[in-house]
């Protein structure tokens, strides 16, 4: 029997369609996924291209992927098929997420999408490893005893770890070990008191319980961890350990040790090659090596035997080691951390410290000076425990951004390089108030700091008495007195309660407090004149004097008053 022609028709449409390109875009690659570190940077790679030309290689806030517990950051397509999410903050530790990819990543493409669910979380609670080494007894700088660091991936209360903790020494159990360390941390010291010297090495066996938890809390520890630890004798310095890396300005090698090294003694026992000229700093068990070490990657370090220890011990035979310097994690950080002003008849510059960053990108923003109490209380505490991450200022819809500028560092492999930021062509006086300057790599953003500037030629002094405020204006140029600046107290709930202006000697007297101000709190001092704003957080400003006698003479002496003036 023959088809009819259009069953043939049909047929091989239907065949051509089934044979021609897929209508559906895929995930082709998500990564990082699993375990993950609390700072990272998401990669997801597309099986077609999406992405329409003009949004490539800016920082978006479209989410592109919903995540679960949410997480704050900004997207960048790197090309049309492959987009990077970077968080502005870590990730939150001992956490699960999840993560969809939304439909608006398909732009006006006519693609189905056939997407999947993506899973990662950060680091469960765990021990990590356990150190020992020959120590003095606490008090006792003539009795040597046993110290274990016990290392965690986040710390821990001291209190709550000898509960779950079982030390035994040559198989016995010990109970009387003391805990060093007082307060939360992620490496925990034990002592154990006097330790009969013997020629025989010391076996300890040092064991965590499950159901430990971390400060963090969460998810307590899943599995107990036990550690078995040989200790050589006191007559035997053993090295138990070497690491590496760089700081920045130098690279560092540490050693570690079974019992203090004479630091006076290294140069005579430590090389390495290629040769360098070096620096030495120990603690009980390590000791560490700094040397330029620029463009380096591979270190030979050779100890010789004989190299004493504090306690008697010597290392027994030749030591050598090639030593891989590990790559330093990026960083940038401001050289002024603490500095929060600048001149405004002045050349406007921050300096700026990168490593192993090639591009990075500053962002310039203002808080105007009504928003400014807000903007100020929302950065007054921390919002993660993580200390080695900088907080990062977001003027948000309290200001607005004034300049975005690419930056090409192109400094050597872990080396720091300086960089000079000029603020000048991002400064904008059409309004009043302060500024947040940003800097933050290309492609991870949480690599950066940020801080926030008052550019200014106004300073202000302000004192506080029993029933008045005294504030002093003077050029910050030529210390001059400034008559006629604008000077406004603001309250703790954001009114302005007191307001006048300085005189000739550059001085405004707020006086009758009590009545004045009744029920209001003074928070912030603002100075205006013509172009020029400052102002004074009175709650980072204050003296503290409690520590201080400062009441004055409460008898008076008919014969003579004493006096001490320190050097000014």
Not at 428 to 434: M, Q
């Amino acid at each position: 029997m023959r088809l009819s022609n259009s069953i043939l028709v049909l047929i091989f449409t239907l065949l051509l369609f089934a044979c021609g390109p897929s209508n559906t875009v895929k995930v082709s690659n998500f990564s990082p996924s699993g375990e993950v570190e609390k700072l990272t940077t998401f990669t997801i790679e597309f099986s077609e291209s999406l992405a329409p030309a003009d949004t490539l290689d800016k920082w978006l806030t479209d989410e592109f992927v919903e995540f679960e517990p949410k997480i704050a950051g900004k997207f960048k397509w790197v090309d049309a098929r492959t987009l990077i999410f970077s968080p502005d903050y870590p990730l939150q530790p001992i956490q699960s997420y999840s993560a969809n990819v939304t439909p608006k990543v398909l732009f006006d493409t006519k693609f189905a999408p056939s997407f999947e669910e993506y899973s990662f979380s950060t680091p469960d609670f765990d021990v990590t490893k356990v150190d020992l080494f020959w120590s003095r007894v606490p008090n006792k700088s003539y009795t040597l005893s046993v110290q274990a660091n016990i290392h965690f991936n986040y710390p821990v209360v001291p209190d709550q770890l000898k509960n779950y903790l079982i030390v035994k020494m040559g198989g016995e159990e010990v109970k009387d070990y003391q805990i060093i360390t007082e307060n939360s941390a992620d490496l925990i010291a034990l002592n154990f008191g006097e330790i009969e010297q013997s020629e025989k090495t010391q076996e300890f066996e040092i064991t965590v319980n499950k159901g430990l938890e971390s400060v963090i809390g969460k998810k307590p520890l899943e599995d107990t961890r036990s550690f078995e630890n040989e200790l050589p004798p006191l007559t035997r310095l053993a090295i138990t350990g070497v690491s590496s890396g760089f700081d920045g300005e130098s690279g560092w090698i540490t050693v570690s040790t079974t019992q203090m090294v004479d630091e006076k003694q290294l140069a005579k026992f430590v090389s390495i090659e290629p040769p360098k000229p070096m620096s030495y700093f120990i603690t009980d068990n390590q000791f560490r090596i700094e040397a330029d070490l620029t463009n380096i990657t591979m270190i030979t370090l050779k100890i010789k035997k004989g190299l004493p220890g504090m306690y008697g011990g010597e290392l027994e035979t030749d030591f050598e080691q090639v030593v891989s310097m590990v790559n330093l994690k990026p960083s940038i950080n401001f050289a002024e951390k603490k500095a929060k002003y600048l001149m405004m008849s002045g050349a406007k510059n921050l300096q700026v410290n990168v490593v192993n960053v090639d591009k990075a990108e500053m962002e310039v923003s203002q808080v105007f000076k009504n928003n400014l109490l807000h903007f100020l209380d929302r950065y007054s505490y921390s919002y993660y425990y993580d200390n080695y991450y900088n907080t990062s200022y977001d003027a948000g819809n309290y200001g607005r951004e004034l300049y975005t500028k690419k930056i090409d560092v192109s400094a050597g492999q872990n080396w720091l390089k300086k960089v000079n930021l000029n603020l000048a062509d991002a400064i904008k006086e059409d309004y009043k108030g302060i500024y947040t300057v940003s800097v933050r790599s290309a492609e991870d953003r949480w690599v950066q700091d940020s801080k926030m500037l008052a550019i200014s030629d106004l300073g202000l002094i302000a004192k506080k008495g029993t029933n008045q405020i005294l504030v002093f204006a003077n050029s910050i140029g030529t210390t001059d007195p400034l008559p006629g600046v604008e000077i406004s107290i603001i309250s703790t709930n954001n009114q302005i309660i007191l307001s006048g202006k300085t005189d000739q000697n550059g001085v405004v007297k707020f006086v009758d407090l009590d009545q004045k101000i009744k029920g209001f709190t003074p928070r912030l001092v603002t100075a205006e004149f013509e172009k020029d704003f400052n102002y004074l957080d009175l709650d980072e400003t204050n003296i503290e004097t409690s520590r201080f006698d400062v009441g004055g003479i409460y008898e008076y002496s008919s014969k003579f008053n004493a006096f001490i003036y320190g050097d000014r």
